[in-house]
C-alpha cells in the first residue's frame, strides 16, 4: 500500500445459483498515504434475493385437514351430510365451498367432495431470506511528534432481512345448528387467506474506535478505546385471529355467515426492539521483564474496562413486556513467555504462563489461567503442550434478548417420526449460569522434507466443559425426557410449540486428535534482463521530451524485472473424534453422540473428517481448491424409526488472475494494470447431504434442497486499482 499516494479500488461480484438466491456486491474504497499519515473510506453493499420452497424441489407439506383460499370443510364425525353424500353416492367427508358462501346449498358442493383443494404455500416460504446490508467505514491515522501513532476510525452498518413461514390461515368449528349451515354435523372451516406469515428484521449499529500507540522506557504501550451501538427492530406475524367472530358462530348468531370471516380476520403481529450499547477502554504495555542466558523474557499486561447495557421491548395482543440487562467488566490479564534452555544447535525449550481476572457486575469474580511448554530438540522436530482452565459468563445477548415466537416453523419430530411445523421460541434465558471448561492440548510438527518442504503435523485436544451453555439442542427423545417444559403438544401428541432458547446442560466432554501432511514448494525465479523498453516508458519519454525541449532528457530505463517462480502449497487433514459424551441434566445417563446427528444440526455427529487444501500461484495467475469429506452419522433412534445420513464430498474452486506491471496487454492498454479478474465456484461437486427416514425417503424439512438450497453456484468479482 506504501507504494501509492492515493488509490481507489472497486469491486463487483455476482453469485448466481438458480431462480432466486442471486447474490450482488460492490464494493469502493479510498486509501490515501502520504509520509506517516493515512486516511481510508470504505463502503460495501451486499444483496440477495429471497430463494422460497417452489424454486427448489421441496415437496408440499401433506395435512389430514388442508386448508384452501377458498375455504374447505371436514367433518368432525362420520359424513358431513347424509344429503349430501345421497348425491355424490359415497359417505363425504371433506368439500371445497364456493366463492359465495352467502346461500350455501348442498349441490354446490358436489365437483369438489373428497377432494378439497390445496392452496400451495410453498412460493411464500423461503429457503434463503431476502437480504439487503450496506457499510461504510473511514479511519485516519497520524504519528505526531515521532513517538505517538492516533488512529480514529468509524464504522456504519445497516442491514435488512425478510423471511416468511408460509401463508395465514384461520380455522375453527361451525355447528351444525347454525341457521346457514347446510351440514347435519359440526364441520370444520380451514381457510387460507393470502397475508405472507413474514417476519421483517432490521438492524442498525454504529461504532466509534480511537487508539494511541507509542514506546516508553523499553515498553510498547496503547491505548484502545470504542463505543458500540446497535439497533434492531423486527416484526414478526405470528398468525392470524377471529376471536369475536368465533363467539358469534358459536351463539347461533343468524346475521353473519359462519364460512366467510371477512374483515373479522385481525392479523396478530409482534414487535420487538432492542437496542444495546457497548463501550470499552483497554490498556496494554509489552516488554522484557529480565535477560537470561537463554533469552528474554517478555509479558504482555492489559487492563480492560468495559460496560454493556441492552433494553428490549416486546408489543403482542395490547400487551408489552420490557426488560433491561447492564453489564460492568474489569478485567486483567498478564501473560509471561520465559525461554528455558537454549542450546548452540539452537534447541529450545519455552514456557508460556498467562492468567486472567474479571470482575462482573452480574457473575462477580471469573477466573482463567493456562500454561505451555514448547520444545524444539532440532530445527525438524517441535512439540509443545498446553492446559487451561477457565470460567465464561453468557453474554448479553444470550440473556437478554426478547423472547420471539415464529409460527410454521418445520422440524423433525423424533418422538412421532414425522415433519411438523409448530411454533418456535427464541430468545434469551436470565437464567444462565456461567460455563466452566477445561481444555488440554498437545500437538507436534516434524519436518520430513526440506526441499521441497513436507511436514508431519499431530493434534491432540481434550475438552471438559460443566454446565455448557448451548443452543437447545431442539429435538430428541432423551432431550425431552430432561428438558419436558421446553416441549407443548396436543392431546394426540403432536407438536405445537418448542423453545430454543439457550441453556446450561450439565456437561459435555470431548476428545479429538487430528494429524496433517503439509507440502510447499516454489519452483526457481527466472529473471528477465532483456534489456527492452517497455511501450508505457517509450511514451512516457516522448511526451517529456515533447514538453521539455530544452532540458537534458533522460532515457527510459531498461526493465530489470525479477520474477517468482510457481507456488504450490497443500494441506491434508483427517480429524477423528475420539469423546464426544454429553449429559443434559444431572443424575441422567450420559448419551454417546459419536457418530450421531441431531435433527437440528444434521451435519454434526460425524466421527471423521478429511479435509484437502491446495494453492497454485504464477505470476499474476492464482487457483485455490478446498475440498472435505465428511463421515456419515446416524441419528438419534425415535419410536418411529431413525434418520440415516449419507457421507458428504464437498468443493470450493477460485480462480484469479492480476494484472501487473509486466502482465500481457499492459503495455497497450495501461488501464488493465492494477485489474483483477476472480471466479469461483462453490460446491463445486453439486452434492447436497442424504437424508432417509426408515420408509428410505427424505423427510420433509430434511429434503437436499432444504438442507442446501443453493447447491452449486458461481461467483465472478472484478477488482480495479486506480493509481
Given at each position: 500500500?506504501?507504494?501509492?499516494?492515493?488509490?481507489?479500488?472497486?469491486?463487483?461480484?455476482?453469485?448466481e445459483?438458480?431462480?432466486?438466491?442471486?447474490?450482488?456486491?460492490a464494493?469502493?474504497?479510498?486509501?490515501?498515504?502520504?509520509?506517516?499519515?493515512?486516511?481510508s473510506?470504505?463502503?460495501?453493499?451486499?444483496?440477495?434475493?429471497?430463494?422460497?420452497?417452489?424454486?427448489?424441489?421441496?415437496?408440499?407439506?401433506?395435512?389430514?385437514?388442508?386448508?384452501?383460499?377458498?375455504?374447505?370443510?371436514?367433518?368432525?364425525?362420520?359424513?358431513?351430510?347424509?344429503?349430501?353424500?345421497?348425491?355424490?353416492?359415497v359417505?363425504?367427508?371433506?368439500?371445497?365451498?364456493?366463492s359465495?358462501?352467502?346461500?350455501?346449498?348442498?349441490?354446490?358442493?358436489?365437483?369438489?367432495?373428497?377432494?378439497?383443494?390445496?392452496?400451495?404455500?410453498?412460493?411464500?416460504?423461503?429457503?434463503?431470506?431476502?437480504?439487503?446490508?450496506?457499510?461504510?467505514?473511514?479511519?485516519?491515522?497520524?504519528?505526531?511528534a515521532?513517538?505517538?501513532?492516533?488512529?480514529?476510525?468509524?464504522?456504519?452498518?445497516?442491514?435488512?432481512?425478510?423471511?416468511?413461514?408460509?401463508?395465514?390461515?384461520v380455522?375453527?368449528?361451525?355447528p351444525?345448528?347454525?341457521?346457514?349451515?347446510?351440514?347435519?354435523?359440526?364441520?370444520?372451516?380451514?381457510?387460507?387467506?393470502?397475508?405472507?406469515?413474514?417476519?421483517?428484521?432490521?438492524?442498525?449499529?454504529?461504532?466509534?474506535?480511537?487508539?494511541?500507540?507509542?514506546?516508553?522506557?523499553?515498553?510498547?504501550?496503547?491505548?484502545?478505546?470504542?463505543?458500540?451501538?446497535?439497533?434492531?427492530?423486527?416484526?414478526?406475524?405470528?398468525?392470524?385471529?377471529?376471536?369475536?367472530?368465533?363467539?358469534?358462530?358459536?351463539?347461533?348468531?343468524?346475521?353473519?355467515?359462519?364460512?366467510?370471516?371477512?374483515?373479522?380476520?385481525?392479523?396478530?403481529?409482534?414487535?420487538?426492539?432492542?437496542?444495546?450499547?457497548?463501550?470499552?477502554?483497554?490498556?496494554?504495555?509489552?516488554g522484557?521483564?529480565?535477560?537470561?542466558?537463554?533469552?528474554?523474557?517478555?509479558?504482555?499486561?492489559?487492563?480492560?474496562?468495559?460496560?454493556?447495557?441492552?433494553?428490549?421491548?416486546?408489543?403482542?395482543?395490547?400487551?408489552?413486556?420490557?426488560?433491561?440487562?447492564e453489564?460492568?467488566?474489569?478485567?486483567?490479564?498478564?501473560?509471561?513467555?520465559?525461554?528455558?534452555?537454549r542450546?548452540?544447535?539452537?534447541?529450545?525449550?519455552?514456557?508460556?504462563?498467562?492468567?486472567?481476572?474479571?470482575?462482573?457486575?452480574?457473575?462477580?469474580?471469573?477466573?482463567?489461567?493456562?500454561?505451555?511448554?514448547?520444545?524444539r530438540?532440532?530445527?525438524?522436530?517441535?512439540?509443545?503442550?498446553?492446559?487451561?482452565?477457565?470460567?465464561?459468563?453468557p453474554?448479553?445477548?444470550?440473556?437478554?434478548?426478547?423472547?420471539?415466537?415464529?409460527?410454521?416453523?418445520?422440524?423433525?419430530?423424533?418422538?412421532?417420526?414425522?415433519?411438523?411445523?409448530?411454533?418456535?421460541?427464541?430468545?434469551g434465558?436470565?437464567?444462565?449460569?456461567?460455563?466452566?471448561?477445561?481444555?488440554?492440548?498437545?500437538?507436534?510438527?516434524?519436518?520430513?522434507?526440506?526441499?521441497?518442504?513436507v511436514?508431519?503435523?499431530?493434534?491432540?485436544?481434550?475438552?471438559?466443559?460443566?454446565?455448557?451453555?448451548?443452543?437447545?439442542?431442539?429435538?430428541?427423545?432423551?432431550?425431552?425426557?430432561?428438558?419436558?417444559?421446553r416441549?407443548?403438544?396436543?392431546?394426540?401428541?403432536?407438536?405445537?410449540?418448542?423453545?430454543?432458547?439457550?441453556?446450561?446442560l450439565?456437561?459435555?466432554?470431548?476428545?479429538?486428535?487430528?494429524?496433517?501432511?503439509?507440502?510447499?514448494?516454489?519452483?526457481?525465479?527466472?529473471?528477465?534482463?532483456?534489456?527492452?523498453?517497455?511501450?508505457?516508458?517509450?511514451?512516457s519519454?516522448?511526451?517529456?521530451?515533447?514538453?521539455?525541449?530544452?532540458?537534458?532528457?533522460?532515457?527510459?530505463?531498461?526493465?530489470?524485472?525479477?520474477?517468482?517462480?510457481?507456488?504450490?502449497?497443500?494441506?491434508?487433514?483427517?480429524?477423528?473424534?475420539?469423546?464426544?459424551?454429553?449429559?443434559?441434566?444431572?443424575?441422567?445417563?450420559?448419551?454417546?453422540?459419536?457418530?450421531?446427528?441431531?435433527?437440528?444440526?444434521?451435519?454434526?455427529g460425524?466421527?471423521?473428517?478429511?479435509?484437502?487444501?491446495?494453492?497454485?500461484s504464477?505470476?499474476?495467475?492464482?487457483?485455490?481448491?478446498?475440498?472435505?469429506?465428511r463421515?456419515?452419522?446416524?441419528a438419534?433412534?425415535?419410536?418411529?424409526?431413525?434418520?440415516?445420513?449419507?457421507?458428504?464430498?464437498?468443493?470450493?474452486?477460485?480462480?484469479?488472475?492480476?494484472?501487473?506491471?509486466?502482465?500481457?496487454w499492459?503495455?497497450?492498454m495501461?488501464?488493465?494494470?492494477?485489474?483483477?479478474?476472480?471466479?469461483?465456484?462453490?460446491?463445486l461437486?453439486?452434492?447436497?447431504?442424504?437424508?432417509?427416514?426408515q420408509?428410505?425417503?427424505?423427510?420433509?424439512?430434511?429434503?437436499?434442497?432444504?438442507?442446501?438450497?443453493?447447491?452449486?453456484?458461481?461467483?465472478?468479482?472484478?477488482?480495479?486499482?486506480?493509481?
Open positions: 500500500f506504501t507504494a501509492f499516494s492515493r488509490f481507489i479500488f472497486t469491486g463487483y461480484g455476482e453469485d445459483s438458480g431462480e432466486g438466491g442471486e447474490v450482488s456486491q464494493d469502493l474504497g479510498y486509501l490515501r498515504v502520504q509520509g506517516s499519515d493515512r486516511a473510506i470504505d463502503l460495501n453493499y451486499d444483496a440477495q434475493s429471497p430463494l422460497h420452497d417452489s424454486d427448489r424441489e421441496v415437496p408440499a407439506r401433506s395435512r389430514n385437514r388442508p386448508g384452501s383460499l377458498a375455504g374447505n370443510v371436514f367433518s368432525t364425525s362420520g359424513e358431513l351430510s347424509p344429503e349430501l353424500s345421497a348425491i355424490v353416492g359417505p363425504v367427508q371433506a368439500a371445497t365451498l364456493p359465495d358462501t352467502s346461500d350455501l346449498s348442498l349441490a354446490s358442493l358436489v365437483n369438489t367432495a373428497n377432494a378439497p383443494e390445496v392452496t400451495d404455500v410453498r412460493p411464500f416460504r423461503t429457503l434463503l431470506a431476502d437480504l439487503s446490508e450496506s457499510t461504510f467505514a473511514g479511519a485516519y491515522s497520524k504519528l505526531f515521532d513517538r505517538v501513532t492516533a488512529t480514529l476510525s468509524a464504522d456504519f452498518e445497516e442491514q435488512d432481512r425478510i423471511t416468511s413461514q408460509g401463508l395465514g390461515e380455522s375453527y368449528r361451525v351444525a345448528d347454525h341457521p346457514s349451515s347446510p351440514f347435519s354435523t359440526d364441520a370444520l372451516f380451514v381457510r387460507v387467506l393470502p397475508i405472507p406469515l413474514e417476519r421483517t428484521q432490521e438492524q442498525v449499529s454504529y461504532r466509534f474506535n480511537a487508539s494511541f500507540l507509542t514506546a516508553w522506557r523499553g515498553l510498547d504501550l496503547s491505548w484502545l478505546s470504542s463505543y458500540l451501538i446497535e439497533d434492531r427492530e423486527a416484526s414478526t406475524l405470528r398468525g392470524l385471529a377471529v376471536g369475536d367472530f368465533i363467539d358469534q358462530v358459536n351463539s347461533l348468531d343468524p346475521a353473519i355467515d359462519p364460512f366467510n370471516p371477512g374483515s373479522a380476520v385481525v392479523p396478530q403481529a409482534q414487535l420487538d426492539s432492542a437496542r444495546s450499547s457497548t463501550w470499552s477502554s483497554e490498556l496494554l504495555a509489552r522484557v521483564l529480565s535477560d537470561l542466558a537463554s533469552g528474554p523474557v517478555q509479558f504482555s499486561a492489559r487492563a480492560q474496562f468495559r460496560g454493556e447495557e441492552r433494553s428490549a421491548t416486546t408489543l403482542f395482543d395490547a400487551s408489552e413486556n420490557f426488560s433491561r440487562v453489564r460492568n467488566v474489569t478485567e486483567l490479564r498478564l501473560n509471561v513467555d520465559a525461554p528455558l534452555y542450546s548452540l544447535a539452537n534447541a529450545w525449550l519455552s514456557l508460556n504462563v498467562n492468567g486472567e481476572l474479571a470482575d462482573y457486575s452480574d457473575f462477580g469474580l471469573l477466573s482463567s489461567l493456562s500454561g505451555g511448554l514448547t520444545w530438540p532440532s530445527k525438524r522436530l517441535r512439540l509443545s503442550g498446553s492446559l487451561s482452565r477457565e470460567e465464561i459468563a453474554s448479553v445477548e444470550q440473556l437478554g434478548i426478547p423472547i420471539t415466537r415464529v409460527p410454521n416453523r418445520r422440524t423433525f419430530d423424533l418422538a412421532t417420526g414425522t415433519t411438523t411445523e409448530a411454533i418456535e421460541v427464541s430468545g434465558n436470565p437464567d444462565l449460569r456461567a460455563e466452566q471448561r477445561q481444555v488440554l492440548n498437545l500437538n507436534g510438527r516434524l519436518t520430513l522434507l526440506r526441499q521441497p518442504n511436514q508431519l503435523t499431530m493434534d491432540y485436544t481434550q475438552s471438559l466443559s460443566e454446565d455448557p451453555i448451548q443452543r437447545f439442542p431442539q429435538q430428541g427423545i432423551e432431550v425431552e425426557q430432561a428438558f419436558p417444559e416441549y407443548l403438544r396436543d392431546e394426540q401428541g403432536a407438536l405445537i410449540e418448542f423453545d430454543t432458547r439457550p441453556i446450561n450439565d456437561e459435555l466432554r470431548r476428545n479429538e486428535f487430528r494429524w496433517g501432511l503439509r507440502f510447499w514448494h516454489q519452483w526457481a525465479k527466472k529473471k528477465d534482463r532483456r534489456g527492452e523498453y517497455s511501450q508505457r516508458e517509450k511514451v519519454a516522448r511526451d517529456t521530451a515533447g514538453s521539455n525541449s530544452g532540458a537534458k532528457q533522460r532515457s527510459p530505463s531498461k526493465r530489470k524485472t525479477s520474477e517468482r517462480g510457481a507456488r504450490l502449497r497443500l494441506a491434508l487433514n483427517h480429524s477423528v473424534t475420539l469423546v464426544d459424551n454429553l449429559t443434559f441434566a444431572s443424575g441422567q445417563e450420559t448419551i454417546d453422540l459419536i457418530g450421531t446427528a441431531n435433527a437440528g444440526r444434521p451435519r454434526d460425524s466421527q471423521h473428517l478429511v479435509t484437502l487444501r491446495g494453492s497454485l504464477y505470476r499474476g495467475f492464482a487457483a485455490r481448491l478446498t475440498t472435505s469429506w463421515e456419515a452419522p446416524v438419534s433412534s425415535s419410536r418411529a424409526g431413525s434418520l440415516r445420513y449419507g457421507s458428504l464430498l464437498s468443493g470450493d474452486l477460485n480462480l484469479s488472475y492480476t494484472f501487473g506491471r509486466s502482465a500481457p499492459v503495455d497497450r495501461p488501464f488493465f494494470e492494477g485489474t483483477r479478474f476472480n471466479f469461483a465456484v462453490y460446491n461437486f453439486d452434492t447436497k447431504p442424504s437424508v432417509e427416514d420408509f428410505g425417503l427424505a423427510p420433509l424439512g430434511f429434503t437436499a434442497d432444504e438442507l442446501t438450497p443453493r447447491g452449486r453456484h458461481f461467483e465472478l468479482a472484478i477488482r480495479k486499482v486506480f493509481q
